[in-house]
Structures are given as structure tokens and as C-alpha cells.
């Protein structure tokens, strides 16, 4: 039987989205196996696990970025705030807007740093000139970048270092009000100072936001997560406060993944 | 438990396991000669157990230094953190242990040559036999990561306690009826005490065994 079910331990009192019986196919192959789990509210929810154990691809599936590859099908219910965003009738778009994503590597358009916090109001319709600076000073403070690039804004994004164009990015899926954040590897491509930053972002990020973080380490889902969740081919293993599942985790595979004893 | 992928650190765990069951030989050698040492009013084996706590004390730093090490480079998660946070507590243990065989030597050489040793002092060698039945069974737990042997070291320290409250008994029948007998006496009762708490230190470690293994922490009554 799939340990998955069993999975969640000290489960968040409150949660922003709640994930059941979750499965997600390329063609034949079965890529996630019934995972079960809510994501708390304003928290940090780490997903953790070995290479090809699913927790790009689930994470993927929180907010339809599944839907571009024709060979992936996903069953079960993924709500937020209780409504299946996979519901016929629901706009993947509006989904990717409330449910924003940051990528591994940064992938800033070729544009000003302006244009890039701007893109998304702009073809969202918004063409109200003082409402977007107004809105992309404020993304680009609270991705922690505005002092930084506050007397450059017309430079071309390309221009920013490694970490400040991963904030960019971040600043950019702030400026449409998302509710949730994905981050799938974020800090994976930076040194460890920009890795810093943006880990201290995350921490103050989730005052206000939901955040779902996929990191290939361990430390780091220690670091900046409230709670950590396991992934072992396919299957939640184990959920729990992240306190607790460093220390004392009740799994015997989670002990042995997080310990560094996986043959 | 699998091994660990790597394999220096692997063997840093391995080293300081090694160390904290050296630490724990030697503190079992100690009570054996401070025992004897008081019991046969030797000075010799008295600056022996003296000695020997010199170097116990350096085995502290050496693994309190080890395990920090761990932490640091390590950054160990799960029972590999549990085991570094124990192995700490386990080295103070043992140093404290060292200490009590120190207290134990420094009666035998207050003592005069004339001095014979009082009637309710035959218990002590049972005393010290069992404090160091349980830190050897402690240590054999922590480095087997052997709960069950932990859990009976908890009922051997019951042991301990019942006949340290006859030691006591019989040291105040000796003494009322004679203040000459005081001295003596109390030299007695301070051993007892220290063997008392020899096992106390051994039965902290047996509970750090239980935190190690099952991440349970069973001090001070918790179940």
C-alpha cells in the first residue's frame, strides 16, 4: 500500500491549497502516485527529494504549467481556496496569475527592468501609466531589488547580476497580486550571498503570500520552510513541520534521504 | 541503519563512538581502583584514579571538539544530529563520572594507615560493580543504538538506589552509638553517594540513547 495516504503528520491549521488523490501522467508513465497534501497559508512548504521523485512535476501541477505539455494528464482535485482550478469554466491564465512561478534558471525578457515588473499588468489590460510605475516600485521593494535598481529603471534587465535578476523575476510575478508562489530551484544557479537574499526574501515573502519552494537542498528547505514534504518516486513519503522532519522524522525513507544513507 | 553515503563521515560518527567508549573504559577502570583504593587504604591506586582523570578530562574537549566539528561541516539532520547533541551530553556525563572516582580517591587518602575500613563500607564494591554494569550497558546501548539495553539500565540504577539507602541505614546504626565512629562513617556515607551518582550519570546516558534512537526525550519523567 502507498504510504502516501498516511502521509501527513502535523498537517497546517489553515491551509491556501489542498491537494487529493493527485496523480500526474506523461503518456504511459505515472510521474506523481495518489499524493494527498495541503499547503498551509503564508507559509513556506519545502518540497524535497531525490532526482525525478516528482516534486518539479506536482509542483508544476499547482498551477496548470502542466497544461502546455500535450503527453501530461493530471487526475484528482487541486483546490484553491476550495475551487478545483482545473474546473471546466476556470482560466489557466487567472490560475498562473494568482499562483505565480519562479524558475531555476531567471529568465528576465529582454527588456528594461521597468518593462519587465510592467509586462504582466500590461497584458493583463492595464494601461493607467502612474497605477503601473506605482505597482512596479512596489513589486521591485518587495522582491528587496528597489535600491538597487531605483536610478536604472530604463537599463536593460539583461544587465543585472545573477541573484538581482532572479529578483527581478520575483518582483515581476509580484506585480499581478498572485496569491501563492511557486519556486522551483531558485537559488540553484546563484553564489551562496545571493542565495542569502533570496532566501531572507522568502522568509519575508510569506507574511503576505503563499509560497511552494522545490529545492534540490536539504539545508536550504531548512532554512527558509515552515514545512517540508518528501517526495520518493512519485509518492508523498512524509509531511510535516519542518522542525520536526529534520530531527525526528517518522519515516524510516525520509531519515535515510535526509541523513544522506540513499544507496 | 544504512550507511552513510559518505564515507568520511561515516567514519567521523564511527570515531566518535570509539572515543566516547574509550572515555567510558577508563571511567570504569577509575571506579574500580578508587573503590579499592578506599577500601584497602591504598594512596598509590588513589593518584592512579588522579591521573587518570587528567586524561578523562582531555577526552572531553577532544570529543566535545569531534562532535562540534560534525555539526559544522555535517550540518547532520535527523539521528546523526540526535547522536552529535548526545554524544556532547554523554562526554559531561562521563567527565562528571571521572570526577566522583576522584572524590571516592580523595577519602581513601584522607584516611590514616590505622584506620580499618567500617562494617557497612563492605557494600561499596557491590556499589561500584553495578555503577559500572550500568555505564558499560549505557555506552554498549549508545554506540549499538540499542534502546532495550537502555531501558534496563534504568532499572539497574533502581537497584543501585535501594542499596545506597541501606548503606545509609547502616552507616547511621554504626555511628549513633559511638561519636569516634563519625568519621569513618561519613567517609562511608560520601562514598556512597558518589557511587549513587555515578550511576545517575551512567542512567543520563541510557536516556540519550532513547533520544538518539527514537527521538524521544524520556529526562526528567517523560514518558
New interface residues.
Given amino acids: 500500500m502507498s504510504e502516501s495516504t498516511e502521509a501527513v503528520a502535523d498537517a497546517p491549521s489553515s491551509a491556501k491549497m489542498e491537494t487529493r488523490d493527485v496523480n500526474v501522467f506523461y503518456g504511459d508513465n505515472q510521474a506523481i502516485k495518489n499524493v494527498s497534501l495541503d499547503i498551509a497559508d503564508r507559509s513556506v512548504t519545502a518540497l524535497i527529494g531525490p532526482s525525478g521523485c516528482g516534486k518539479s512535476t506536482y509542483l508544476r501541477a499547482l498551477n496548470r504549467m502542466n497544461d502546455t505539455i500535450d503527453l501530461c494528464r493530471v487526475e484528482g482535485s487541486i483546490l484553491l481556496d476550495g475551487e478545483d482550478i482545473y474546473d471546466r469554466g476556470v482560466d489557466p491564465v487567472e490560475v498562473r496569475r494568482r499562483v505565480g512561478m519562479v524558475f531555476q534558471k531567471s529568465n528576465p525578457f529582454p527588456k528594461s527592468i521597468f518593462d519587465n515588473v510592467a509586462f504582466g499588468l500590461r497584458i493583463g489590460g492595464e494601461s493607467n501609466k502612474d497605477l503601473i510605475a506605482q505597482r512596479v516600485e512596489e513589486s521591485l521593494r518587495g522582491a528587496a531589488l528597489w535600491d538597487e535598481v531605483k536610478d536604472r529603471l530604463q537599463s536593460s534587465a539583461l544587465g543585472l547580476s545573477g541573484g538581482q535578476q532572479q529578483r527581478l523575476c520575483i518582483a515581476r510575478c509580484l506585480a499581478v497580486w498572485p496569491e501563492v508562489i511557486l519556486m522551483d530551484e531558485p537559488a540553484s544557479a546563484l553564489d551562496p550571498i545571493a542565495t542569502a537574499k533570496i532566501e531572507e526574501l522568502i522568509r519575508e515573502l510569506r507574511e503576505k503570500y503563499t509560497i511552494v519552494i522545490v529545492t534540490p537542498s ?2 536550504q528547505a ?1 532554512r527558509v520552510s515552515d514545512f517540508t514534504a518528501f517526495f520518493y518516486m512519485g509518492e508523498l513519503v512524509e509531511h510535516g513541520d519542518t522542525g520536526r522532519m ?4 517518522s519515516k524510516k525513507r ?3 534521504y ?6 | ?6 564515507q568520511e ?1 561515516e567514519a567521523e560518527l564511527r570515531n566518535l563512538k570509539d572515543r566516547l567508549l574509550a572515555m567510558g573504559g577508563r571511567c570504569e577502570q577509575m571506579i574500580g581502583l578508587a573503590v579499592r583504593a578506599f577500601e584497602e587504604r591504598d594512596e598509590g591506586l588513589a593518584n592512579e584514579v588522579m591521573e587518570a582523570d587528567r586524561r578523562m578530562n582531555e577526552d572531553e574537549l577532544a570529543v566535545d571538539e569531534l562532535a562540534v566539528r560534525i555539526l559544522a561541516l555535517r ?8 547522536f552529535a547533541v548526545a554524544a556532547v551530553k554523554a562526554s559531561t556525563d562521563l567527565e562528571r563520572i571521572g570526577d566522583e572516582a576522584v572524590n571516592i580517591a580523595e577519602r581513601a587518602i584522607e584516611m590514616q594507615p590505622a584506620d580499618r575500613l567500617s562494617p557497612p563500607g563492605s557494600k561499596l564494591s557491590e556499589m561500584a560493580r553495578r555503577a559500572g554494569a550500568m555505564l558499560r550497558d549505557a555506552l554498549n546501548a549508545l554506540v549499538e543504538e540499542d534502546p532495550r539495553l537502555a531501558r534496563d539500565v534504568f532499572s539497574q540504577d533502581d537497584a543501585v538506589d535501594r542499596i545506597y539507602g541501606e548503606v545509609m541505614k547502616l552507616c547511621l546504626e554504626y555511628m549513633k552509638d559511638d561519636p569516634d565512629r563519625i568519621p569513618g562513617g561519613m567517609r562511608i556515607c560520601n562514598c556512597a553517594k558518589y557511587l549513587e551518582r555515578i550511576a545517575d550519570h551512567a542512567t543520563n546516558i541510557a536516556e540519550m540513547v532513547i533520544f538518539t534512537v527514537e ?1 524521544r526525550d524520556v529526562r526528567h519523567g517523560r514518558a
Fill in positions: 536539504m539545508q531548512a529534520f530531527t525526528r522524522p525520509t531519515e535515510e535526509i541523513s544522506g544513507r540513499f544507496g | 541503519m544504512r550507511m552513510h553515503t559518505h563521515f550540518q547532520p539532520v535527523g539521528r546523526d544530529l540526535r527521538g
